[in-house]
């Protein structure tokens, strides 16, 4: 976030925020927690303040850990009502989470209950904090949904059994038309594709529903799947877009890629917009002497600071289409702008075979360039007219050794409704990232505390385990949205947080499968599956 950071460290070493920059070009991973400012930013500015020269500050492996943020532990307690169909009458969930003396973080953990399914009678949701001695916790990947969707997703797999009705069924069932928390109808909701499609592609018809009923060998297997809702963030952001004399492009924002592949899609929708091929475009991001733009948090990126540079393009095509219709020798003279097309590095006139490239028009012009700024001023979520979210559903199959409860994961496949999507590629690798990030929650990853000092033990990659090549099969992605216009005007919802949501619901909910056994806290270690 460089123009957040622009702004404290005005406040802190007391100066003009023109007289600060901030840079950022590609940060390899964010993941909601690096949105804040941490003091060793502060210390570094600091300290080169002091000296009068350049300095770097750098941190240890085990500073990360509690110098960058951390996500809250939460404690929930759901309930669930329903009829003898299946067919839910009710919700409750209740979330507490502990957070640092001084401040008052709240994981918004119950959320998620008050939008995916449909209830006849109530929702209740609370949140409460307990102020702990230790550091307070941020939003991280994916910020609340990930962790109140294990405890409501294992909710809604035990109800499955409970009714005796099929897990996918029993989602269907309960598919909500319109959002059961503001009454308003979903922008595009195609939850109902997620799950079939997603059943079809993982041979969902042939899982057998009793518990340690499917065997590989002397293996339990074990099949289950949860889905997810994502809230779709609508933030402001401006870019600007420059055609330059040689007929190339220049796309500029303080947007940032957090390794999403931003850079790539920018310069996809500029060349669109524009006419140009992708290597005729070059961008520029994370600066703060660029046009403004949000943080990237709350996968809003391609739907928000995107749209910017697609407005940007627009804006300077306008201009060009007006030079080539009215400008110094126009060629395209008595034209219609609707008549004017942009392909192949230039413009033509629809039915009068007339071609211009953009370098001769800015040539004919005396022009060394033209720029277009793309101002992008969405109304907040929570003020339209639609409600907007992003959907799933995932589908895990495990593989337990009975004797080492030892839990592999089989094969995962996942569904999403993301709107349009803009650049499958890039799509598809978010996807792999946060299924990967979800068995990283469901199967390995433990923060351990002192519980004298508050601080973390396990503060290195010996200590705390992450998914590595040989714990991840190969990932099955589909997407099944459609263009969302309520959401942005490129069409696209949220993408990169969603495809992190249910993963570990869907795991623990196989191992029930499996196991016969339940397990309601996260990481699913061996001696959890071997106890009791």
Excluded at 43 to 62: D, E, F, G
Excluded at 85 to 107: A, C, Q
Excluded at 504 to 525: C, E, F, Q, S, W
């Amino acid at each position: 976030m460089v123009v957040g950071t622009r702004k404290l460290v005005s406040v802190v070493l007391g100066l003009p925020e023109e007289s600060i920059n901030v840079v950022c070009e590609f940060l390899g991973g964010g993941f909601g927690g690096k949105s804040w400012s941490w003091p060793h930013t502060l210390l570094a500015a600091l300290a080169a303040k002091a000296v009068n020269r350049p300095v770097r500050v750098q941190l240890t492996r085990a500073q990360m850990y509690s110098m960058a943020g951390h996500q809250a532990a939460t404690v929930q307690t759901i309930a669930l009502g329903a009829d003898r169909d299946g067919k839910l009458t009710g919700i409750r969930h209740d979330s507490v989470n502990p957070t640092s003396l001084f401040d008052g973080y709240v994981e918004y953990a119950a959320m998620a209950s008050r939008h995916l399914w449909r209830t006849s009678g109530g929702i209740s949701t609370s949140h409460r904090v307990v102020h702990v001695n230790r550091n307070t916790p941020v939003v991280l990947r994916a910020p609340m949904e990930a962790q109140g969707h294990f405890a409501l997703e294992s909710a809604m797999d035990e109800l499955a059994y409970a009714v005796g009705v099929d897990p996918v069924e029993l989602r269907l069932r309960n598919d909500a038309e319109t959002d059961p928390y503001s009454g308003r109808p979903f922008s595009t909701r195609a939850l109902r594709e997620c799950l079939t499609k997603g059943a079809a592609g993982f041979g969902w018809d042939k899982r057998i529903h009793e518990p340690r009923s499917m065997r590989d060998g002397r293996y339990l297997i074990g099949q289950g799947m949860a889905a997810a809702i994502y809230t779709h963030w609508r933030w402001p952001g401006k870019a600007r877009v420059t055609l330059n004399g040689d007929g190339s492009a220049l796309v500029e924002a303080a947007a940032h890629d957090i390794g999403t592949g931003a850079y790539t899609v920018m310069a996809q929708v500029a060349a669109d917009a524009l006419g140009l091929t992708l290597d005729r475009v070059a961008v520029r991001l994370g600066d703060t002497r660029l046009p403004e733009s949000h943080p990237a948090i709350g996968s809003a990126t391609t739907a928000n600071a995107t749209a910017a540079v697609m407005l940007a393009a627009r804006a300077a095509r306008e201009k060009a289409v007006e030079l080539v219709l009215a400008g110094r020798d126009a060629p395209f003279a008595g034209g219609a702008p609707g008549d004017v097309i942009v392909a192949d590095g230039g413009l033509s006139l629809a039915r009068r075979n007339l071609k211009i490239t953009y370098a001769e028009l800015l040539a004919r012009n005396g022009l060394s360039n033209l720029v277009g700024d793309g101002d992008y001023s969405p109304v907040e979520e929570a003020n339209g007219p639609r409600a907007i979210f992003s959907f799933s559903a995932v589908f895990a199959e495990v593989r337990v050794d009975p004797d080492l409860g030892l839990v592999r994961l089989n094969r995962f496949v996942g569904a999403y409704d993301a709107g349009r999507i803009i650049n499958p590629k890039t799509a598809r690798s978010q996807a792999i990232g946060g299924v990967i990030w979800g068995v990283g929650q469901a199967l390995l990853e433990q923060s351990e505390t002192d519980p004298t000092l508050g601080r973390f033990i396990n503060r290195n990659y010996s200590g705390y385990l992450v998914p590595t090549n040989a714990d991840i099969p190969e990932l099955d992605v589909l997407f099944v949205g459609d263009f969302d216009e309520e959401a942005s005007p490129l069409g696209a919802k949220g993408l990169g947080e969603l495809t992190a949501v249910s993963v570990a619901p869907a795991i623990a909910n196989a191992v029930y499968h499996a196991t016969g056994k339940r397990v309601r806290d996260l990481p699913i270690t061996i001696e959890k599956i071997m106890a009791g």
